[in-house]
């Protein structure tokens, strides 16, 4: 029998060829953002205790980093709490939780060797706008 996967944002960039790589292999759950809205607590609860999937793709996200720049609280409500409510819901059914953080989170003032190096999880962080903070904050919270 084939695993079942949900992968939220399944929409977006990430998610939609998260999806085309999958799909032969699991058994996937790909809610639109009207049936899934990652905003909503008792929603993604319902969802979650309704499908019961056994691993979570979290890829909903406000990605524009100019518009989250101008819409800080509309940006910490989906991207900080909403992959908070995700983790909690995937405790509450047993699910993993694969999320997927941006290298927008650094500040690109480290030192680093192009084509050598790459970002390291201890590289450091920056926090100047927004999206970036909340990319941080988010993955975080997610690994908690
Ligand atoms: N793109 C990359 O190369 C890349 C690399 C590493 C990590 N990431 C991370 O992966 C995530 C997705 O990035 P992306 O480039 O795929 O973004 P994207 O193309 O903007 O897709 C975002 C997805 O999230 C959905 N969404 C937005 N708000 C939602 C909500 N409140 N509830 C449920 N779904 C919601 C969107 O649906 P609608 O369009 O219907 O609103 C869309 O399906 C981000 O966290 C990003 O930082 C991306």
């Known amino acids: 029998m084939k695993r079942k996967i949900l992968i939220t944002g399944s929409s977006g960039f990430l998610g939609s060829r998260l999806a085309h790589h999958l799909k032969d292999r699991y058994d996937l759950l790909l809610p639109s953002h009207a049936e899934l809205n990652v905003s909503r607590e008792e929603a993604v609860k319902a ?4 499908h019961r999937p056994e691993v979570v793709i979290h890829s909903a996200a406000l990605s524009n980093t100019w518009y989250c720049e101008q819409h800080p609280e509309e940006s910490h409500r ?12 995937c405790k509450l059914v047993g699910a993993k939780l694969i999320f997927l953080s941006s290298d927008q989170v650094y500040n690109g003032t480290h030192r ?5 190096s790459a970002w390291a999880e201890r590289s450091e962080k920056s926090t100047y706008c927004a999206y970036h903070y909340y990319f941080y904050d988010r993955s975080a919270q997610a690994e908690r």
Request: aromatic share 10%.
């Open 112 to 116: 680093i060797r192009l084509y050598r």
């Open 47 to 50: 969802y979650m205790e309704e």
């Open 78 to 89: 989906v991207n900080v709490q909403g992959t908070v409510r995700i983790a909690k819901a």
